[in-house]
């Protein structure tokens, strides 16, 4: 499904009654009935614009099958709400006379084009971050030595790395093991190793140790760090978000970069992945749980404890999978979001 379906299936929605929505999706009070497209949006933005919940979107586009223009929104179009016989009609303008949508094509560049989120958000997801298993940590190869001694090694420089899975593959990277995550409810329970890219290297002669040289560096390649065959498969970072078909619950075990809470366009880790059901463009509720306080106005001699009632605090998108653990991106925040904090379905 492209931008442009969702986004013409957005407004011309947005025209109907909200008790058509009731049931559904709920309209902000505010919500303009024209808006100019303008660079730097994405479709989170604009959808947040005219919906309480932005990321249900894509629902709108589903309840309107009669809307299937394939085109993509670009900086400079005006989205407008019109009426004509009784119904909604969507129209936009781009500088010349307003004409109605249809599915007519027309060429643009694909790149000017806006994102359903930042595109920068997702930036570092994909320069091939990896979560290992145990398994595949035991089985990756490592750095044993590297040229003239040297402790440390940048771009040019060879490297003699150990146990290296060769077959006919030519291009390797280089990772240091980072945080270790671990199952909330049994920490020797181990869900995935945490791999930091540091550099990219090619095979330069076979062996145990095999030679390789490093042709680009993210950061200083160490005695130790694990080399792995390099994945070439790219993320899919159009986002359509969608909600979980079947009931979550799960906790953020991690911040990336060291965090001890996050905001928006924060990463988070998951204590759920692909085992759990969980795919890119999930949408999940960060909840805080409710604090226990004393009820001092109870009639009682002993004030018993009362558990106040959990409450959102934000919501996560999916942007990465592995087979426990999953990256998700902090979309936005009510209250201040930690590690431990439970999720589930929004």
Same mark, same amino acid.
């Given at each position: 499904m492209s931008i442009r379906n969702a986004l013409l299936a957005l407004a011309a929605s947005l025209c109907l009654s909200s008790s058509a929505f009731a049931d559904t999706l709920a309209l902000k009070p505010d919500h303009p009935q024209s808006y100019v497209v303008v660079k730097g949006d994405t479709l989170w933005d604009i959808s947040s614009k005219f919906l309480r919940d932005a990321w249900r979107w894509p629902e709108i586009w589903h309840i309107n099958p009669e809307i299937s223009n394939p085109h993509l929104i670009y900086p400079g179009d005006q989205i407008s709400l019109t009426y004509r016989d009784g119904k909604p009609v969507l129209q936009v303008s781009r500088g010349r006379p307003t004409v109605k949508l249809s599915p007519n094509a027309r060429t643009s560049r694909l790149q000017s084009a806006i994102t359903t989120?930042?595109? $920068?958000?997702?930036?570092?997801?994909?320069?091939?971050?990896? &979560?290992?298993?145990?398994?595949?940590?035991?089985?990756? @190869?490592?750095?044993?030595?590297?040229?003239?001694?040297?402790?440390?090694s940048g771009t040019g420089g060879k490297i003699y790395v150990a146990n290296l899975l060769q077959d006919e593959n030519k291009d390797f990277s280089v990772y240091r093991i980072g945080n270790?995550?671990?199952?909330?409810?049994?920490? $020797?329970?181990?869900? @995935?190793?945490?791999? +930091?890219?540091?550099?990219?290297?090619?095979?330069?002669?076979? @062996? $145990?140790?095999?030679?390789?040289? &490093?042709?680009?560096?993210?950061?200083?390649?160490?005695? @130790?760090?694990?080399?792995?065959?390099?994945?070439?498969?790219? +993320?899919? $970072?159009?986002?359509?978000?969608?909600?979980?078909?079947?009931?979550?619950?799960?906790? &953020? +075990?991690?911040?990336?970069?060291?965090?001890?809470?996050?905001g928006q366009y924060n990463t988070v880790v998951i204590n759920l992945g692909k085992q759990d059901g969980m795919e890119l463009g999930h949408v999940l509720a960060v909840r805080k749980k409710g604090d226990v306080i004393l009820d001092n106005y109870s009639t009682e001699f002993f004030k018993p404890e009362v558990q106040l009632p959990d409450e959102r605090s934000g919501l996560l998108m999916v942007v990465n999978t592995f087979d426990r653990v999953s990256y998700a991106l902090v979309m936005n925040t009510i209250k201040d979001i930690r590690i431990g904090d439970p999720i589930t379905k929004p």
């Open positions: 989120i930042p595109a $920068n958000a997702v930036a570092q997801f994909l320069k091939r971050p990896r &979560i290992l298993t145990e398994e595949q940590l035991k089985n990756a @190869g490592y750095i044993s030595h590297a040229e003239d001694d040297h402790l440390v270790v995550y671990r199952n909330p409810k049994n920490k $020797n329970d181990i869900l @995935g190793y945490e791999a +930091i890219h540091v550099s990219d290297a090619q095979l330069t002669l076979e @062996g $145990n140790p095999a030679s390789l040289r &490093i042709v680009k560096s993210y950061r200083e390649t160490l005695l @130790g760090d694990k080399v792995l065959a390099t994945d070439e498969a790219q +993320i899919d $970072n159009s986002f359509t978000p969608h909600s979980p078909d079947n009931s979550i619950e799960g906790r &953020i +075990i991690s911040i990336l970069d060291g965090m001890s809470r996050a």
